[in-house]
């Protein structure tokens, strides 16, 4: 049996002045603020979860979102300095067949979505990087076969 501590990391965004110096917000900067007020009913997230152990539950769960406020609703358990625009977490479950497995949850902003089919594989991807540093059978194929579901074409893609 192995136990590994709970390390939950983040990826914080640099506070301006320590980038450029001392922030003057021009009137540009203003305007794309008063836009971006303007236009947050039009933000989106997006959320996959792959990889399905034999108890039920998800390898992987990865969230990708414009709105900065789901970010920090999934990340406000990360001990962090400042704002947050990306995180992961995990937890560790035991499998029927008592194996340790640990769940890992990313999350992090995006300034734009991937498309449907680039976030699709992104998870299935990160799934079978997840389940490579386990001792676990790799169950990232268990329910898509590897088939990639978002594709536009009739014909559909294996993702290896
Ligand atoms: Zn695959």
Redesign the pocket.
């Known amino acids: 049996m192995y136990v590994r501590r709970y390390i939950p990391s983040g990826t914080l965004l640099a506070f301006p002045d320590t980038v450029r110096g001392v922030l003057r917000p021009s009137f540009a900067t203003l305007a794309l603020v008063a836009l971006g007020i303007a236009l947050a009913g039009c933000v989106s997230t997006r959320i996959a979860e792959v990889g399905t152990l034999p108890n039920g539950e998800r390898l992987i769960t990865l969230v990708v979102s414009e709105n900065r406020r789901v970010v920090d609703r999934e990340c406000q358990d990360v001990p962090a300095l400042g704002p947050v625009l990306g995180c992961q977490t995990s937890r560790a479950l035991e499998l029927p067949n008592g194996h340790a497995v640990r769940a890992v949850k990313i999350v992090r902003y995006t300034d734009t979505l991937p498309s449907r089919m680039a976030f699709e594989i992104d998870a ?2 990160l799934c ?1 990087a997840i389940a490579a540093v386990q001792s676990i059978e790799d169950p ?2 268990g329910v898509d076969h ?1 088939i990639v579901e978002s594709w536009a074409l009739p014909r559909l893609q294996r ?2």
């Open positions: 299935h991807e079978h990232c194929h590897g993702v290896p």
